[in-house]
């Protein structure tokens, strides 16, 4: 029995037909993988597309209605945020940016921040009060125990800004990264005699590859200036949505380009220079900061075992010559 196995493992038909069998797996298994794949970014673009429809909608038939980027705000949401006038109480400016600047847009995602910003303080403050005064975990005076319930409340309200504020972060350092590159996909446009607004809807397009923050938001500004009657609105919503300064520093090129009819292409030659410069002197930072961040990791680390490596063996001789 295993003279005939290994005789058939060594046939050269066999052999070849088995790797015959392997290589058209493997190449099926190459056509089908794309297909198989999930595809976010159509996912992301179609949206922006809904989007840019709904805006068409809403400047030609004068409506408030919000775009599919906008989600829709739950019912237990809603009615909780509506009966107690959250809007009113918890509601601020300052919040409404920042829910621009992490990406959730509408009255849904503003629906949603007031209802976590009332319910987190109050899970926070039971959770607490059953965690210090029923269970009695931590043994400590009564008036400790009420001011770490306060804190907790404390921190319930806080937890909803500081997540936005991580959000909007991450997408701020994403959106610039890409930017410089986009700047430069711009320049290309425009000098190639594309108008802006033709050259944003494109480089929207190239751009999602590396980055679909961006995309998006060059998406959203091109259908703002297509409806919006006038351009500069809506380079100021672009500011306002990403909060960066390349980015401000774009807007108010292009505004007083098309207010005084001075060169675009210069302008924006000159800020996507600026805008790689800053890039590279972010990573030249981050460069310099790394030697003494490994500074203490090596001395608690690297050098112990070193150490320990160095000296075992010696240290083993000296017990074996006793």
Do not use: H
């Not at 976010?40 to 030609?60: A, N, Q």
């Not at 949401?77 to 918890?90: A, F, G, P, S, T």
């Not at 997408?171 to 033709?198: F, H, Y």
């Not at 919503?237 to 001075?262: C, D, F, H, W």
């Amino acid at each position: 029995m295993v003279e005939e196995i290994a005789a058939k493992l060594f046939d050269p038909r066999f052999v070849g037909s088995a790797l015959a069998a392997i290589a058209a797996a493997a190449t099926a298994f190459a056509v089908a993988q794309p297909f198989l794949e999930p595809d976010k970014l159509g996912k992301r673009m179609k949206l922006v597309s809904d989007e840019r429809e709904i805006i068409r909608r809403r400047e030609r038939e004068k409506l408030t209605t919000k775009g599919s980027l906008r989600t829709e705000p739950k019912a237990y949401m809603k009615e909780i945020v509506e009966r107690y006038n959250l809007r009113r109480w918890l509601g601020t400016d300052t919040a409404k940016r920042k829910l621009l600047m992490a990406g959730y847009r509408g009255q849904g995602a503003e629906t949603a921040f007031l209802f976590f910003r009332l319910v987190t303080p109050v899970g926070a403050s039971i959770l607490a009060i059953f965690y210090l005064f029923i269970l009695e975990a931590v043994d400590v005076s009564f008036l400790t125990r009420v001011a770490m319930t306060i804190g907790a409340a404390f921190m319930g309200i806080k937890a909803p800004e500081l997540f936005l504020v991580n959000a909007a972060k991450k997408r701020q350092t994403e959106i610039r990264k890409a930017w410089p590159d986009a700047l430069d996909l711009t320049l290309i446009c425009v000098e190639s005699g594309m108008a802006i607004e033709n050259a944003f809807r494109k480089v929207s397009t190239e751009i999602a590859v590396s980055s679909v923050v961006l995309a998006e938001e060059l998406a959203v500004m091109v259908a703002e200036m297509s409806f919006l009657p006038d351009r500069r609105q809506a380079y100021e919503n672009l500011v306002m949505r990403t909060g960066l300064e390349p980015v401000k520093s774009v807007a108010i090129a292009l505004s007083q380009a098309e207010r005084y009819g001075t060169p675009v292409g210069q302008a924006l030659r000159v800020l996507a220079q600026e805008s790689r410069d800053a890039r590279m002197i972010e990573a030249e930072k981050k460069a310099a900061a790394l030697p003494p961040k490994l500074t203490v990791p090596m001395i608690l680390f690297f050098l112990p075992v070193l150490f320990v490596v160095i000296i075992t063996p010696a240290v083993i001789q000296i017990m074996r010559t006793q």
